[in-house]
Nanobody, 125 residues
Framework: QVQLVESGGGLVQDGGSLRLSCAASSGTFSFYAMGWFRQAPGKERERVATIRWSSGPTYTDSVKGRFTISGDNAKNTVYLQMNSLKPEDTAVYYC???????????????????WGQGTQVTVSS
């Protein structure tokens, strides 16, 4: 069973930065994609960023230019660098891994097989 463990969340002021880490118990290179999702109180979980080793990263529009997803396969870790944070970025952030090929791509929650427990990010105004 694959385990994903997120870390790096916390409280930051408007305009600040955080870097989230997601450590996988097995090789990240073996996944078709890895992603970061977030869920704010009272809202549905939404995709933030996805990385595919074959084609690179993609982002939801609201974080483009501010967030960067990257991976270090030697460390089995995926990162989410978050800059210029805004109060609306406040949410629990989840790491996810897709172990199966998805013809529809990797933008949807159902494309992912494994999930971390989440880490809280709070941006104060």
């Amino acid at each position: 069973q694959v385990q994903l463990v997120e870390s790096g969340g916390g409280l930051v002021q408007d305009g600040g930065s955080l870097r989230l880490s997601c450590a996988a118990s097995s090789g990240t290179f073996s996944f078709y994609a890895m992603g970061w999702f977030r869920q704010a109180p009272g809202k549905e979980r939404e995709r933030v960023a996805t990385i595919r080793w074959s084609s690179g990263p993609t982002y939801t529009d609201s974080v483009k230019g501010r967030f960067t997803i990257s991976g270090d396969n030697a460390k089995n870790t995926v990162y989410l660098q978050m800059n210029s944070l805004k109060p609306e970025d406040t949410a629990v952030y989840y790491c996810a891994a897709a172990a199966t090929f998805q013809r529809r791509g990797y933008s949807e929650i159902r494309a992912y097989d494994y999930w971390g427990q989440g880490t809280q990010v709070t941006v104060s105004s």
